[in-house]
Structure formats: C-alpha cells, structure tokens
C-alpha cells in the first residue's frame, strides 16, 4: 500500500488501521506526520496521544496533552485522557494524583459522563481514596449498564477489585477501548448498520 505523504487524512486512515492491527509506535509516526501537516489539529494530537499511551509511552502522550489541555480547558477527551495518565502511568515520574483527581473532579462534575467517571475512580484511588474510587466505579458501572453503552465489564471489575484491595491501577485503558482501536469519521460512516 502507498500512502500520499502530502494527503494527512490519508496518513490518518493509515495511522488508525495500525492502532487497530498493533502498530502503535508506526501509527504514532503517521499521526506526528499528519499533526505536521494540520497545525494544531485536537484530532491529531489526541490520536497522537493515544499511540503513545499504547506504545506504553505515558510521559510522550503527556507531553503532548498538556499544551492541549492548557489551551482548550473545555476538550473534554484531553482532558479526560490527561487525567487517566496521571492517575494510572506505571512510571511514578509520570504521575501526578493530586492534579488527576483536580482534573478529573472537575470535569465530573460538568459532563457526568461515565467514561470520566471511572477516570475520577482512578484518580480518587491514586490520592488514597479507595473507598469512594469503589463506590464511584460500581455507581459507574450501573450507569453504563442503565444506558446500555458498550463497556468492557472484565477491566471495570478487575479495577474495582482493585480499589476494594486498597490498590490504585495501573491500567488506564482496556485493550478494547474504542480510543485505542480508532476508526476515521468516513469508516464509521461505512460501516453496515446493525440489522433493529
């Protein structure tokens, strides 16, 4: 396959076919590469963001996400996954619990959007409040289930194990996260709608 390296939006079909096959390192180049070609794009850098964090490269995404955030308080994705990894990153140098749990309160309390709020369990479990972060993540998982949204149960009990054995996580994200498996606005758009 050739890819177009003056076309970024090719680069970015590209870029989500390898988050989704395993090639985040890859999937991160073409991201920088699209990034370069379409400014400050919040797309991009979230993207970006997101190769790091499957390539396990936490300090990178956050790198990339606190100019994001510093400058578009109100992107509510940045925002949420900037608090995941400084709530969860395996490297303590890369963690910041008091500033998750700022982060993550705050735009709790704004959206009551469930995906922040197992973010807010996380944070709460860094700054040693287990049991909130417990009775957060059950009271999410009722949410989820209330709404009928897809949810990866096995990593939200396996997190809630956690908070009820007094223990933070360190696994920000399922491996089924949609926000690891991307898929461009036009593939959406193809795929076959589900038979009612």
């Known amino acids: 396959m ?7 939006q090719t680069l970015v079909y590209f ?10 390192e890859k999937a991160a180049e073409l991201y920088r590469e699209a990034l370069a070609r379409s400014g400050n794009s919040p797309r991009m850098q ?10 396990k490269r936490y300090a990178d995404a956050r790198k990339i996400l606190e100019p994001v955030v510093a400058a578009r308080a109100a992107d509510t994705d ?5 608090a995941r990894i400084l709530a969860t ?43 909130e972060a417990a009775t957060l993540q059950k009271e999410t998982m009722i949410v989820y289930e ?6 990866d149960k096995e990593f939200m009990v396996r997190n809630l194990e956690r908070y ?26 193809a795929k076959p709608k589900a038979a009612s």
């Open 89 to 131: 990153a395996p490297d303590a140098s890369t963690r910041d619990g008091a500033r998750a749990l700022q982060l993550a309160q705050t735009l709790f309390q704004t959206t009551r959007n469930p995906d922040v709020g197992q973010t807010y369990a996380m944070a709460l479990a860094e700054a040693g409040k287990f049991a």
């Open 2 to 8: 050739k890819l177009d390296p003056q076309n970024a």
């Open 164 to 189: 009820q054995k007094q223990q933070a996580t360190r696994e920000g994200w399922s491996a089924n996260d949609p926000a690891m498996e991307p898929r461009s606005p036009a593939v959406q758009l």
């Open 15 to 24: 870029a989500d076919l390898l988050m989704r096959t395993g090639g985040p």
């Open 78 to 82: 940045a925002t949420n996954a900037l």
């Open 46 to 55: 979230l993207s970006l963001a997101m190769a790091y964090i499957k390539a």
């Open 146 to 151: 209330h709404m009928k949204a897809p949810m």
